[in-house]
């Protein structure tokens, strides 16, 4: 029985390898505690409790530890870099017909604000997020004139 236990203990290596993940190589570690196990017993009972029991140990004991090192900062990019950014409407919006363009960092998008104002043209506005393809923006400083 343990040639079975060192092929399993292969196959989830193997499969770890191929995989993101950090879970089945605990499992290839509990079917190498059964392998010992097999050594001294010919019980399939005991033997599969060592790997179940060994397994489910590894996976919630190690875990957290292996989380705190693989966990990084996600870097905002692309479309999520905008939120926070100022630009400058380059066509009115306006909420009622739902048109107006601005221009951040050389792009045009398209714009939508607040239901109940009207943001000019050459009005310098904030970009709060991104809403599919749009960017709902709020007013900092609505221009004087009004084209």
């Not at 900062?73 to 939120?83: F, H």
């Amino acid at each position: 029985m343990w040639m079975f236990w060192l092929i399993a203990a292969g196959v989830f290596f193997i499969g770890e390898i191929i995989t993101v993940g950090f879970l089945i190589f605990w499992l290839g570690i509990g079917c190498l505690f059964a392998l010992v196990v097999s050594l001294f017993t010919s019980s399939i009972f005991a033997q599969t409790a060592v790997f179940v029991i060994s397994s489910i140990l590894l996976i919630f004991a190690t875990k957290p530890f292996a989380d705190k090192f693989s966990r990084k900062d996600t870097i905002p990019t692309n479309v999520y870099t905008l939120s926070g950014k100022k630009g400058i409407v380059i066509e009115t919006i306006s909420p009622t017909d739902g048109k107006g363009q601005i221009k951040v960092g050389g792009e045009v998008w398209s714009a939508i604000c607040d239901e109940s104002i009207t943001i000019p043209k050459d009005s310098e506005v904030e970009i709060v997020e991104i809403k599919g393809v749009k960017a709902y923006v709020v007013p900092i400083k609505i221009s004087s004139t009004i084209n």
